[in-house]
């Protein structure tokens, strides 16, 4: 009798374990969800972003930026492309989303209508996964690694402005750290995803400091290459346009590739928080390394953006499908 009910017990436990392994994993996106749901969805994503990237090329880092600052505030559900409403300031009228360029908005816009016009995906698709796709089409149209992303995310059900919280341009290695550990993502992933600044173009207000008032015995970081300080200060005077931006990559800025690291290693990164992760030793062999072997580099790339497009996904109840990607349903 006591050897029956001992495993009963075990049944019953063996049985809560598959549960919550089961219930744990369903949370979890996965490669080809849409198989049966919309099984061409990939390809229209990808005909969308194509030429949307023909027309400009700026939708590279526009939808880039747009992932990143959407999974690091709320998670991967799009409630960064939510507007405004009366009572409600969304994420997307925060300070520090005010640079985000509409033509990454417009380009999971146009996706997402490319997608509904096909009658058995309409309304199947979430937002949240159509981004995540775009923005993998889009490095690789830049001449970065293609890779599978998982999908099954759900669009979430708010979005405000007082959620936003993002690394910044002055941040040291223990900021960066810190923050992107409070995601789920190491050192490596913060070095490789940091390395998205190899395209886009950056506002001198961003660096500003570094080239005019650094400290009062060096008005100019010292950790700059001086011919690329000179230029800088050239392009970004002091009383520049607020509209002013330079390239983020002087060397290579509309290709994605590791010539990011080769410029942080000649002291051409161009935000504090790049350059700090060769001037910090504790970042700089990874740097090095990456400087080398652009096929490790893509292979670290690849793994940082599969665990970013994980963080905060929402399932169930938590999430919806959304008719429009800029509205709540």
């Known amino acids: 009798m006591g050897q029956f009910n001992s495993l009963i017990v075990l049944s019953i436990y063996l049985g809560i374990i598959l549960f919550i392994g089961t219930a744990a994993s369903a949370k979890i ?84 209508a490319a997608v509904d016009a096909v009658p058995g995906c309409k309304n199947k698709v979430s937002c949240a996964d159509i981004l995540a796709m775009a923005t993998r089409d889009a490095i690789s149209l830049a001449g970065g690694p293609s890779y599978p992303v998982e999908l099954g995310r759900l669009d979430g059900l708010s979005s405000t402005a ?11 290695l223990d900021q960066l750290n810190t923050m992107f550990a409070s995601k789920g993502l190491s050192q490596k992933d913060m070095i490789a995803l940091s390395a998205c600044h190899t395209v886009g173009f950056s506002h001198c207000s961003r660096f500003s400091n570094r080239i005019h008032n650094f400290s009062r015995q060096n008005p100019v970081d010292p950790t700059l290459n001086k011919q690329y300080a000179t230029e800088l200060i050239r392009a970004c005077p002091i009383n520049q346009n607020p509209l002013a931006a330079v390239p983020l990559d002087p060397t290579t800025s509309s290709k994605f590739d590791n010539a990011y ?23 700089r062999k990874t740097v090095n390394s990456w400087a080398k072997n652009p096929k490790a580099f893509n292979a670290a790339f690849i793994r940082a953006m599969t665990k970013m497009g994980r963080v905060g996904v929402k399932t169930g109840s938590n999430g919806n499908i959304r008719v429009d990607c800029g509205k709540f349903n």
């Open 29 to 112: 996106p996965r490669k080809n969800y849409y198989a049966k749901i919309c099984p061409d969805v990939e390809n229209i994503v990808r005909r969308a972003v194509t030429l949307k990237f023909e027309q400009t090329p700026i939708t590279v880092p526009a939808l880039i930026r747009l992932f990143f600052h959407d999974c690091f505030v709320s998670g991967c559900d799009a409630s960064v492309i939510i507007a405004s409403s009366q009572g409600n300031t969304a994420e997307k009228d925060h300070p520090d989303n005010l640079s985000l360029a509409g033509d990454g908005f417009d380009t999971v816009i146009k996706a997402k």
């Open 162 to 172: 007082a959620s936003v919280n993002l690394p910044h341009p002055t941040f040291n």
């Open 261 to 283: 690291f080769l410029n942080l290693i000649n002291g051409k990164g161009l935000l504090t928080s790049d350059q700090v992760l060769y001037t910090d030793p504790r970042s």
